[in-house]
């Protein structure tokens, strides 16, 4: 007898599609209702085209919650208090749910993200935190390989994690109070939490290594140029010259190992302005004689279109993620979704909630990781190395919201 989960997802944007084609690809996993503010119909119609069932299109999220196992939130996430809400209530109105999966960030605030975690305990959810990074092939794949290197030689001592495109798909993810930042809130969560993973001698858990200090910065190097706030301004309806949010986000975190009191580094850049193929994700890492990387532009796969054949290229995008260019030599990854780390990290969620438990990422790693972005707000704003281990600066952190985030982001991006 087969086993599935029944997923209902809430949203119906660029996650939630891209969500939809990893999900296709975990045996058991189906998607059987949607609830969106708009776009629930053409996300319902993708997924029967693909092969994927006929998902429900319900009006409202306590209308669908009887009739699934799992919700996925891949709203936006200014909506993420109203919708976690909606679904405590159903599930105290007797919705059976097994799980509720948040993608990230899990809020935009550490008080937001708070908030939910306090939300899902109250009606006895479990949770999963999806971030992606930590699944990726090649990141467990290494994780493997360099197991019995570390044991003998000691663990990484250093990552160094970018992720970096040429900028968002949705107007809200410009808007620094929807969205809650920039470049930073957007990405720095994915590569942060990477690095952070990485760090972790083999063995130990993903919080580990205990956060000791960050350094940050943060510039508006590309979208705050007049030419390029103007084309912002029409194809988004956002306005940097009043509101602007950073494009450009590096810093370096500090952790201690408390069993030896080993400090390691894990750097991280991301970027809203990276004119290359499309989006990159490049990894490495260095222990005592031993190093990885990998480089997500690389692919087994590239094809030349000439000038003559591009106005046939249907769909840049088609080929990668942001795509910068439809001419030339492109990169092509033909399974996008599995690069990332998409469906694996839905199979992890898929056995964990069948088994009763959290998924390997609860929303209370999610908290955490809200709470290292918030500080290199903090780092970066204050132009200080901010201390991770001072309990008046971990006090500051659970109210503060960056000025950036606040709309007042020309006084320190200008």
Known sequence: MSITLRVGIVGAGFIARFQLAAMRQVRGMDVVGITAR?????????????????????????????????????????????????IVAAVKAGANLKGVICEKPLGRTVAEAGRLVDLAASAGLHTAYFENQLFMKAVQAQRRQLEPVQKAMGPLS?????????????????????????????????????????????????????????????????????????????DMGIDYSRTPAEDFATGIFTFRNPETGQKVKAQFTNSWMFEKQGLRILIDGTGPGYAFEFNTLVSPLSVFVGDQAADTVRDAEAAMEKSRASRGLLSVHYNEA???????????????????????????????????????????????????????TLKELETYMPLIQQGRGAEILF
């Open 158 to 234: 250093l990552t160094r994690c970018a992720e970096e495109h040429g900028g968002p798909h949705e107007p809200w993810f410009w808007d620094p109070a929807q969205q809650g930042g920039g470049v930073l809130s957007d990405m720095g969560c994915h590569s942060i939490a990477v690095g952070w993973y990485l760090l972790n001698p083999a063995g130990r858990g993903i919080t580990f290594l205990q956060p000791v200090s960050v350094s940050a910065e943060v510039a508006l190097l590309k979208w705050g140029q007049p030419r390029w706030r103007e084309k912002l301004l029409k």
């Open 338 to 392: 599995d690069l990332y780390g998409y469906p694996d990290e839905n199979e992890e969620v898929f056995h964990a909630f069948l088994a009763g438990r959290d998924g390997m990422l609860p929303w209370s790693y999610g908290l955490e990781i809200t709470r290292l972005v918030t500080a290199a707000y903090l780092a970066a704003e204050s132009k200080k190395n901010v201390d991770l281990t001072d309990p008046k």
């Open 38 to 86: 708009k776009g629930g119909p053409a996300l319902a119609k993708l997924a029967r085209e693909t092969g994927f069932g006929n998902p429900a299109v319900y009006k409202s999220i306590s209308e669908m919650a009887p009739h699934v196992d799992c919700i996925a939130i891949f709203c936006p996430n200014f909506a993420r208090i109203e919708v976690v809400e909606e």
